[in-house]
Structures are given as structure tokens and as C-alpha cells.
């Protein structure tokens, strides 16, 4: 994405991106979902609608989910990022994925990664789930095939049954 | 780890391919310039500063690639191929049907807000839409039509040379409709109004056209639902011989109706790539998807209803107009859809349907999930409701009565389906299966309020032509390894193809899942292919794989009973290997299977080429499915907000072949028929400017909105295919706008609140509260 002859500001970024330390030389204006997915291959991280609404393109920044579209990669200079691609590093995040196959959370699979990358935040950050804060969560999330139930089934049976 | 689909490891683990996650080196990137007026005449077009952009390696505007990429005439895609025996069935008196050309970069004239203008090939998508900023179009405005009626009038401005806007104008009837009419003791008539709606699945389209290394061809990966009919269109767009071309459709992220037609993006990629000599990628973005995809629904229907004065229905007379905006590249499908499945689940003797298709200055319109259907059945179940309450029957009550029942079918409706053939409904009992949805929604005629909120429910009951023709083909290889390629024409995009579909061969096969891989989608893994659409993959796709496997399984056969000398009925296929019924020392597997029509054997045996099959499906005519939804909903008179309290579907898709897979469907079929009932309206302004091209103000519903569908099936069998059974991908989004607003009105009963459009919002429900009457 850096070929552009005219040669814009060129920016040095470092990040640790799935345990991975990179670093590159790039251009201001590029997203950090293009970053990913352009720079590093990562292309499990899917754009839907690039503002930030239909929640496809979530990744943890730091350990919090956050909209790839819509941040630009040079403002996360030292940021360490979890993409889609390391859910299934850990034991738990093998579960999850398990769990969201299982409860039939997928049909397409394209809004998928952005919703499990929301999932995986709320399994490590909610010691006492809260149904509201689950399902204002959820909700940041598109999805055109399943109708959510299985989503939700999966939500509820990773983090325990929580007043559904 | 342990996934349930085969496609689920991929996809959950980010490893997924959809068309944007192919990267190839040297790839361009395509950014278009889009009309930003909805009907004007093109004056000038400077792109020399877009030209000079460093990064950019080419821009085309419409006059220069008139020659090279030919203009998109009606597609075959869906309905295409049944229009002349079609219209040979009704005569030539029933009406007419007109096409436009639709140049792929306009020419001259834009007819709608998003019509592509300008095409700018750059280095990155970043410098493309640099280059795009670039380019000045003026554009003389023209009169714009942003609404059908006015569309029709004698003097309004004319879109194509024709002697007016109507591109279809046909009749389809059976019985005595105004003899019935004028004698019948109860006549019920209302305008009502299926908006605008947008597919929006959560991928966009895509292309990349990639050249080949050597040979002078090209491969195209599309986000497509037929990939072969996309090949079919570029190869007479671009004038390329079908051997140089071939068409993937990688994984697809939704297709809905979308991704079902041929788009001018499609043929031109390629073009750029042969041209340039370079892979060249175009990724839709979700403001080019609301305005240059397809919208679909966008029908008024002016429907009246005869009952007998027992609430036995007489006739049904009805005329709609559908809004199809600039093109309407499947013609006759949507309104004759929605024509051919308006009598429903009910005796309905005398039928009269008018359908008349207006052009206008909105994006072109093709069907969605339902494809006619949904915008049929909320005609007939709101004017079923509301001519109940205006003389006195119970809605249930009345419908159960008006049902067909078992012992009645094979029921002839009277008139053709779409591809000719009378429509004959082939199984079910659609009488029983809306008694029990009843039974199980536990429906009251007075539900005591929830929280204040007055309840109601709503039933909707609905059949569906599935499994069209004209064919689906499938393709087996035996591999020498002992597992099996299976190829087929229909293609995904989440209906589980890959768990489904290997599971028909494996089964027949006598083969283990894992040893048999689906390759669907791909022309270059099957010569004839038709597509994943109108409710039909399982039905064709899955009676071809059946009817293919087994062919390999009679060969095998005639092979092993010489061989061995028994009878080929005492050979089992089953754990990976062929074996003789009880004789546990005669058996051999898969692999040394093969072996025995292997080529390399070195017998001039001319029939020893390898084990392979094919066979191409042709259905007689559709087999239908159907069903009845039972829907329960609280309405906040305050704000006007309506809550899903219960949603009861049973269904009638014949013996399930996977039933969370079939459920997968309803379920998400149910969630888009909230999203049209409830929410999503693709809005024009009187300038025909899109008024909500995007996720914030067109909102299709979230988690909260949705609830978990309670589904039970009914199970009758179809005599129409090998497999016994019906489609099932549209039937969950078919009558929940029926529904949905039939409860609300339950619900306001004693407010005299009348809803006649989708959807309905909060804020149309307020002022039919405020109003206290009849909108």
C-alpha cells in the first residue's frame, strides 16, 4: 500500500502485534485495519462497513476491543494489538472458537473475527459478567446470517449463563 | 480442536478467503466515480488531473470502453432463462415486458446516484481515491423520478426511448374474478406497501482479475453467488473465449440476492487486468453497496379480498406497482414472484393479478432473500387481517379454514409458476402446520397486557417455489488415495455447502466426511454450474451429488459383482470400503477400489480413465415449501417501540438434512424479516437522493432486537426429487413483515391503528396513535 510515487509523510510505527514485535515505515493517513491486513498478512481482520459501526473489523488494542477501520495505525505507536489470528495461541481462546462452532455462532464467517475478538475481551476482563454491559457488547456487532441466537449461546456459554 | 462445520476451523481462526484477503503481486486497486445526481446528461469529464496522479495507471470514462466492454443486456441469472416460456404460457395478450442496456461506465445520461462514470486504476486504494477527488464531472440535471405513480404520468420525463416508464405490464388470472367480486357479501380493499430494502451483506461485492502466468487467460475471484454466469457474461462482454476464462467465487460473506445478477464491476475488472496485463482488485465499499447493489421489495399493492359470509375466501384481485428504479436486470422474477405465490397457503379459486413494474431514477432492483415473496405474502396476510377485523372473523379461525389441507394435495392454484409450468402445489399440510404453530404460540384473541404495554399476535402462513431449474450439475473424482472431489455449481456464502453436501456423497459413497472434498464455485472444477439462489441449492445441487454418487456407486458395482461374482446387490458401501453382504473376506477399499479403473494399469481398456461421475439435476418444475409464523409483540403507545415477545415458525422443508443448519436458516431468514418489518427502509428524497446510505441511519437489527425463534418442523416429503426435499435459505424472511405488523395492529385493536407500510417504525406507530384512525 506504500508505493504511491509522490512519497507522503512516512511515519517509523512499532508494535507488538500477536506476541510479535513489528515495526514499519508507513504512511500517516493508513488505518490500522489496513495495516494488518495489508502489512502483515493478517487478513482474518474483515472491513464491513469502515466506520465503525458494523463491529467486523475489532481487534484488542492493549487488551481492549477497538475498531480497526477507524484508528489510524501511527497513532498506536507502541500499542500491542490481538488479532483473530491468536485466539487459537491459548487453551481458552481454543475453547472459544470450539464453543462458537458448536453453537452454530457462524454462517459466512465475515463478521465473525469481530465478534470474537469482543468475546475474548469480555472472557478475560468481566470477572462478575454484567448481562447489560454483555449485550450492549454484542450489540456493537453485525451480523446478517445466524439472527444471533447462536451467538448469544456461544456469548452465554463462555462466560456462564448470565440472565438470559 | 473440534469444530462442527467443516468450513468453521477456517473461518474461526482468521484463515478464512474471502476475494479481499487474495493478494497478489503487482495487484492495482479500481476506485469509481460515482453520479452524485439521480438523472442528468453528462457534459463534460476532466480527468487530467487524475491522470497525472503518480500511482495512477489508467482512468476510463464510458465512451472509451463502449467498444471494448460490452453494455449488460437482461441477465439469465435466476428467472432470466423461464422469461420467453413464460410469457409463451400466458399469451400474448397477458402483457409485455421491456429491457434497458445497462452500460457499464454511463454514457452520455446517468439515471441514478451511485451509476458508475469514471473507473481509476492506481497502485493503492489510498491513490485511487486520491485520484477519484480528482476528477470533475459536470452534469446537466435532468428531471428526476423518485416515485413510480409520478412516474406514470403522461407527462413525466421518459428514462429510456420508450413510449412511457413501464418496463412490464402482464395479467395473470384463473377463475371468474369480477363475476365474484360483484356478488360477494364481504369485499375488503387497501393499499399496501413493501419499502425499499437493502441486502447489505456484511461483505460487499468483490473482484480480483488475475491474468495468467502463461496462456494468455485470466481467473476471476468474485463474491458472487454464480460464478458460472459471471463467466457466461464476461466472456461475451469482453469477447473471450470460455477456455480462457475461469471464475472463483472464494469465500463469500453473504450474498442474500446481491451477489445474484452479473454487475458492470465484473465485466470490467477483468478487462483492466487483460489490459494493463495486471491483477486488478475492486473491493465495494458499504456507501457503493446501498447505492449501486441491488435494493429490492419497493412494491404498493392496491388488493382487495371477496369473502363468502362464512369467511371462505371467493377471490383475490390485486394490481401492484414496483419501483425498479433505473434497471431491472431480472425482469420478470420479483413481480411475477410475488404474482405466482399471492394465493398462499389458501383455496383461493378466483385470482386476478395485475403487475406493473415503473422505471425511475432510484438504484436498479433485483430480488432479495423471498424474492417477491415477502412483498406477496404481506398483501395477502395484512389484507387477510385487516378484512377480518372490518366484518367480524377470527384471523386464525378464518385462515384455518381457508387452508389446504393434506388430503388435498397435489393442489392446482391455476396459474403458471415463472417457468411455465402450472403451479401445483406437491406436499404438505398447510392447514396443520398452522395448527400447530398456533397451538404452540398458545394464541389468545385478547392477551392481557405486558408491562403496561397492550399485546398482540400476528400469523402469517406462506408456500415457496424452491429448488428452480433449469439444472445444477455435480462432478465426482475418485482420487487414487481413496477420497472423492466433489464439484458442483452452487457455491456458498454460509449455507454450510462443504458439511452438507460432502455428507450426501459421503453417505452414498460409504465414505467417512473427511475423505470427501466439496469444490463449489469454481468454474474451473465444473464445466456447468447455475448458482446459489432462489432456495435451490440443496433441492438441485444435492439431488445432482446424490444422483452422481450413486452412478459411481453402480460402476463400482458392475465391477466388483464381475469381479468377485456376486450379485452387485450384495455389495455394501460402507467405512471406507466395498464389501460383500456377510462374506467379511470379500472387501476391498476405496483406494485399491480405484485402483481397479486406474489408467495406470496399462490396459487398453478404454473404460479405464479413472472413476469419475457427473450429472446435472433438472428439476420438472419447483417443489414447495411451506409454513406458518406465529408472532406475539408488546407496543410502547409512549414511544412507539415494538418488543418481539415470542416468535413461533413451523416449517415444512420435507426430511431435514441437517437440522441446525436448517434452523441456522430460519433463524437468520426470521432476523432480515424483522429488519424489513421493523427498521429498514432504503429512503429517496423527491431529487431520487439517497436519503440513508449507510449503517447509521439504516439500521438492520442488532442481538437485542432478535429473539430466539422458536422452530419446529413438519415434515412431508417432495415427490419432485431424489432427496424428498425443499429449500429452505428465503423461507424465514417471507412472512415476518406479515406478521409482525398483523400483531401490532392485534395489539392497538382497540386504537384503531391501521399499519399499511414497512416498516413500522416508532415513529410511524406514534402518529397512527396520534391520528386514532386509519392511516
Not at chain 2, 477456517?10 to 474471502?18: A, H, I, M, V
Not at chain 2, 463534460?44 to 463502449?66: C, F, M, N
Not at chain 2, 446517468?110 to 485520484?131: C, F, L, N
Not at chain 2, 395485475?354 to 395477502?380: C, I, Q, W
Request: charge should be negative.
Amino acid at each position: 500500500m506504500n508505493s504511491s510515487a509522490d512519497s507522503p509523510t512516512r511515519l517509523d510505527v512499532e508494535m507488538v502485534v500477536n506476541g510479535e514485535p513489528v515495526r514499519r515505515a508507513i504512511e500517516a493517513r493508513t488505518l490500522l485495519i489496513d495495516f494488518l491486513r495489508t502489512e502483515l498478512g493478517l487478513t482474518g481482520t474483515h472491513n464491513g462497513c469502515s466506520y465503525g459501526v458494523c463491529g467486523a473489523c475489532t481487534v484488542l488494542v492493549n487488551g481492549v476491543a477497538a475498531r480497526s477501520c477507524i484508528a489510524l495505525a501511527a497513532q498506536l505507536d507502541g500499542a500491542t494489538i490481538e488479532t483473530i489470528e491468536s485466539v487459537s495461541h491459548t487453551e481458552r481462546g481454543q475453547e472459544i472458537l470450539e464453543t462458537f462452532s458448536r453453537c452454530r455462532g457462524l454462517q459466512c464467517g465475515f463478521c465473525t473475527p469481530g465478534v470474537v475478538m469482543t468475546l475474548v475481551e469480555l472472557d478475560r476482563r468481566i470477572e462478575t459478567p454484567n448481562r447489560d454491559e454483555i449485550e450492549d457488547s454484542i450489540d456493537g456487532h453485525l451480523c446478517r446470517c445466524t439472527g444471533y441466537a447462536g451467538i448469544k449461546e456461544a456469548v452465554d456459554q463462555t462466560l456462564g449463563r448470565v440472565g438470559r | 480442536m473440534k469444530f462442527t462445520r467443516r468450513e468453521d476451523e477456517r473461518l474461526l481462526t482468521g484463515r478464512g478467503r474471502y476475494v479481499d484477503d487474495i493478494d497478489v503481486p503487482g495487484q492495482v486497486h479500481i476506485r469509481f466515480v460515482r453520479s452524485q445526481v439521480a438523472h442528468g446528461r453528462i457534459r463534460k469529464i476532466d480527468v487530467s488531473d487524475a491522470r497525472a496522479l503518480p500511482g495512477v495507471y489508467g482512468v476510463w470514462t464510458g465512451p472509451e470502453i463502449i467498444d471494448h466492454v460490452q453494455p449488460l443486456g437482461p441477465s439469465k441469472a435466476d428467472g432470466g432463462v423461464f422469461e420467453d416460456p413464460l410469457f409463451a404460457v400466458l399469451g400474448p395478450d397477458a402483457g409485455f415486458i421491456r429491457h434497458a442496456q445497462r452500460p457499464i461506465l454511463a454514457v452520455d445520461i446517468v439515471r441514478y446516484v451511485g451509476e458508475p462514470i469514471v473507473a481509476i486504476a492506481a497502485s493503492d486504494p489510498y491513490v485511487a481515491e486520491d485520484a477519484v477527488s480528482l476528477v470533475d464531472v459536470s452534469i446537466d440535471d435532468l428531471p428526476p423520478l423518485s416515485d413510480p405513480f409520478a412516474a406514470l404520468a403522461d407527462d413525466a420525463v421518459r428514462l429510456y426511448d420508450w413510449p412511457d416508464n413501464v418496463c412490464l405490464d402482464l395479467e395473470v388470472s384463473t377463475g371468474d374474478v369480477d363475476a365474484v367480486f360483484s356478488r360477494a357479501p364481504h369485499v375488503t380493499r387497501r393499499q399496501l406497501h413493501s419499502a425499499r430494502v437493502s441486502c447489505s451483506p456484511l461483505e460487499g461485492r468483490g473482484v480480483l482479475a488475475v491474468p495468467d502466468v502463461v496462456g494468455g487467460g485470466i481467473t476471476v475471484y468474485s463474491s458472487t453467488q454464480i460464478p458460472h454466469m459471471v463467466r457466461d457474461a464476461i466472456a461475451e462482454a469482453i469477447e473471450l473465449p470460455q477456455r480462457r476464462l475461469r471464475v472463483v467465487a472464494p469465500d463469500v460473506g453473504g450474498g442474500f440476492g446481491a451477489k445474484a445478477i452479473p454487475y458492470p464491476e465484473e465485466l470490467f475488472v477483468p478487462w483492466v487486468a487483460l489490459t494493463l496485463g495486471r491483477p486488478v482488485k475492486w473491493i465495494e465499499d458499504r456507501y457503493e453497496h446501498f447505492v449501486s447493489a441491488i435494493g429490492s421489495r419497493d412494491q404498493i399493492h392496491d388488493i382487495e379480498i371477496a369473502l363468502d359470509h362464512d369467511g371462505t375466501i371467493l377471490g383475490v384481485r390485486d394490481h401492484f406497482v414496483s419501483d425498479v428504479g433505473a434497471f431491472s436486470p431480472l425482469g420478470v422474477v420479483q413481480p411475477y414472484n410475488t404474482a405466482a405465490h399471492l394465493a398462499g397457503c389458501y383455496r383461493v379459486p378466483n385470482l386476478k393479478i395485475r403487475m406493473t413494474s415503473v422505471v425511475t431514477n432510484k438504484p436498479p432492483l433485483s430480488p432479495y432473500r423471498g424474492a417477491g415473496r415477502p412483498e406477496a405474502v404481506f398483501a395477502m396476510e395484512r389484507i387477510i387481517d385487516i378484512a377480518c377485523r372490518e366484518h367480524g372473523f377470527e384471523p386464525a379461525e378464518m385462515r384455518c379454514r381457508n387452508a389446504i389441507t393434506a388430503d388435498e394435495i397435489p393442489y392446482s392454484v391455476g396459474i403458471p409458476y415463472r417457468d411455465g409450468r402450472p403451479i401445483v402445489y406437491d406436499s404438505g399440510d398447510f392447514a396443520a402446520c398452522l395448527e400447530q404453530a398456533l397451538e404452540i404460540a398458545e394464541i389468545v384473541s385478547d392477551p392481557v397486557p405486558d408491562r403496561g404495554r397492550p399485546v398482540g399476535f400476528g400469523i402469517a402462513c406462506y408456500v415457496e417455489g424452491t429448488g428452480i431449474g433449469p439444472f445444477e450439475s455435480a462432478e465426482i473424482e475418485m482420487l487414487e488415495d481413496g477420497t472423492a472431489v466433489v464439484a458442483t455449481g452452487a457455491c456458498s456464502q454460509g449455507q454450510s455447502h462443504e458439511t452438507v453436501f460432502a455428507r450426501i456423497a459421503a453417505d452414498t459413497l460409504g465414505l467417512s466426511e473427511d475423505r470427501v472434498m466439496l469444490a463449489g464455485g469454481d468454474t474451473g472444477a465444473s464445466s456447468f454450474g447455475w448458482g446459489t439462489l432462489a432456495s435451490r441449492s440443496a433441492v438441485v445441487a444435492g439431488s445432482a451429488i446424490r444422483q452422481a454418487s450413486e452412478n459411481i456407486v453402480q460402476q463400482v458395482a458392475e465391477e466388483l459383482s464381475r469381479l468377485w461374482e456376486v450379485s452387485p446387490d450384495d455389495l455394501v458401501f460402507a467405512d471406507n470400503e466395498v464389501a460383500v453382504i456377510g462374506t467379511p473376506a470379500m472387501s476391498m477399499s476405496w483406494s485399491e477400489v480405484i485402483g481397479l479403473f486406474s489408467p495406470k494399469r496399462g490396459r487398453s481398456d478404454a473404460t479405464r480413465n479413472g472413476l469419475s461421475a457427473s450429472a446435472h439435476f433438472v428439476p420438472e418444475t419447483v417443489t414447495f415449501a411451506n409454513g406458518a409464523h406465529v408472532v406475539k409483540v408488546a407496543v410502547d403507545t409512549d414511544t412507539g417501540q415494538v418488543e418481539i415477545l415470542d416468535y413461533v415458525v413451523v416449517h415444512d422443508c420435507g426430511p431435514l438434512l441437517d437440522e441446525e443448519v436448517v434452523d441456522g436458516q430460519i433463524q437468520g431468514g426470521v432476523a432480515q424479516g424483522i429488519g424489513a418489518a421493523l427498521f429498514e427502509d432504503l429512503a429517496f428524497d423527491v431529487d431520487a437522493q439517497p436519503l440513508n446510505p449507510n449503517f447509521i441511519d439504516y439500521i438492520i437489527p442488532s442481538g437485542s432486537e432478535v429473539p430466539d425463534v422458536r422452530i419446529e418442523h413438519f415434515e412431508t416429503r417432495s415427490p419432485r426429487n431424489p432427496l424428498g426435499i425443499k429449500g429452505v435459505g428465503e423461507a424465514g424472511t417471507i412472512p415476518v413483515p406479515a406478521a409482525v405488523l398483523n400483531a401490532i395492529d392485534h395489539a392497538l385493536r382497540d386504537r384503531g391503528v391501521e399499519v399499511v407500510r414497512t416498516p413500522a417504525t416508532p415513529k410511524m406507530i406514534t402518529t397512527l396513535l396520534a391520528k386514532g384512525r386509519p392511516s
